[in-house]
Structure formats: C-alpha cells, structure tokens
T-cell receptor, first 117, second 112 residues
Framework: GAVVSQHPSRVICKSGTSVKIECRSL??????MFWYRQFPKQSLMLMAT?????????EQGVEKDKFLINHASLTLSTLTVTSAHPEDSSFYIC?????????????FGDGTRLSIL | SQQGEEDPQALSIQEGENATMNCSYK?????LQWYRQNSGRGLVHLIL?????REKHSGRLRVTLDTSKKSSSLLITASRAADTASYFC????????????FGSGTRLSIRP
C-alpha cells in the first residue's frame, strides 16, 4: 500500500532555531501533500496544501513566512518552521493521496513532535 | 478550521461491547472518511463513503451517512482492547475533493 514517511519523528531545540520536517511518499507520486498541526487531545488543523512545482496554499491564519513549504519533487515536501518559539511546539503531520482527485483516502506520516525550549 | 463536531468527545466501554461514534458536518460534501489515530502517531484510514452512498462495511466497522442531516456514524462491533484510539471523521468538498477537513474526534477507550 501507499506509504508516507515523515522525518524526524521528534525534535527538541532552542528558541530561535529553524526546524525542517520532511514528508516523503515512498511508493507513489504525490502532486499534492497536506500539512497539519495537532495540539494535545485536539483534532488536526489543516495548515497548508503543498503543490509540486508551485507555491503552497495556506489556510487562513497560518503565517506563510513562519511555516515555509517546499514541494520540489513528486515525492518530497518539506515544512520549515522558521525561528521557532515555544508556542510553535506541537505535533505536525503530513499526508498525501494517490492521484490528484478526490474520492481517495489520504495516507499519513507518523508525525513530528516539535518541542521548543 | 474544522468542518464539524463529533460526539461523544470521549467514550469508555467494556471489551466486547459495540462502540458508536457520530459526526456532524456543515457543508455539502463529496465524500466522508473515518480515520483512527493511536496516541502520538499518524492517522490510519478506515473507510471512505461517498455522498451517494448510505452505508458501508469493513470487517467490524460499519459507517452510515445521512446527507439530509449532514451526519455520519461509525460503529465498531465486538470491540477489542486494540481498538483504543482516537477516531476522526473528515470531509472532502466537491470544489477540493483531495483536501479533507477533520472533525473534533472521539477518544475511545476499551476496558479489558
């Protein structure tokens, strides 16, 4: 089946550091990937849609200069949290679906737990 | 933003009992999907039901969809300890069917 790999699984770093998270589709090509943020015991909040070869589409309220997304190939999207602060601490999850159309389930990475000290 | 709400927010039942979770949403949908999330992990897809379908089964799972009430339910029969997880519904619209918006989730605990 379709596998999405997310790396790293956990990051602990100092305030002001920029952190890059990678999301890879291992056995399929993904023209579109999605990035979510999840706070403890809460649901997933869609941050942005990552589009291969073009700019990401951000949801309302998400700072695009804070959360930089790059989708340079059909199998890799990266999320960079720039100058991270404690309030950016969260669980970040990516997903990708087979094909670009709907009626297909999303396949999720295992998430990245980001802790900013 | 969240598309809708799920209830109950938390559910604790005895192993072997059935668990029912409900999901309500606000706008017209292309399809509705159910996912499971074990603590600290990513999400696993369970079932996708299209807007023109009313019921779908997969093993011990049964999903219903009522588009007139904008609601869906997930039934897990003969629950097992391994079913302990959070369950989320997610909806896809016609305008952007690959983009899904999640509900608030139900935390299910199965007591041995």
């Amino acid at each position: 089946g379709a596998v999405v790999s997310q790396h790293p699984s956990r990051v602990i770093c100092k305030s002001g550091t920029s952190v890059k998270i990678e999301c890879r589709s291992l056995d399929f090509q993904a023209t579109t990937m999605f990035w979510y943020r999840q706070f403890p015991k809460q649901s997933l909040m869609l941050m942005a849609t990552s589009n291969e070869g073009s700019k990401a589409t951000y949801e309302q309220g998400v700072e695009k200069d804070k959360f930089l997304i790059n989708h340079a190939s059909l199998t890799l999207s990266t999320l960079t949290v720039t100058s991270a602060h404690p309030e950016d601490s969260s669980f970040y999850i990516c997903s990708a679906g087979l094909g670009g159309q709907g009626n297909q389930p999303q396949h999720f990475g295992d998430g990245t737990r980001l802790s900013i000290l | 933003s969240q598309q809708g709400e799920e209830d109950p927010q938390a559910l604790s039942i005895q192993e072997g009992e059935n668990a029912t979770m409900n999901c309500s949403y606000k706008t017209s949908i292309n399809n509705l999907q159910w996912y499971r999330q074990n603590s600290g992990r990513g999400l696993v897809h369970l079932i996708l039901i299209r807007s023109n379908e009313r019921e779908k089964h997969s093993g011990r799972l049964r999903v219903t969809l009522d588009t007139s009430k904008k609601s869906s339910s997930l039934l897990i029969t003969a629950s097992r300890a391994a079913d302990t997880a959070s369950y989320f519904c997610a909806t896809a619209s016609y305008s952007s069917a690959s983009k899904i918006i999640f509900g608030s989730g139900t935390r299910l605990s199965i007591r041995p």
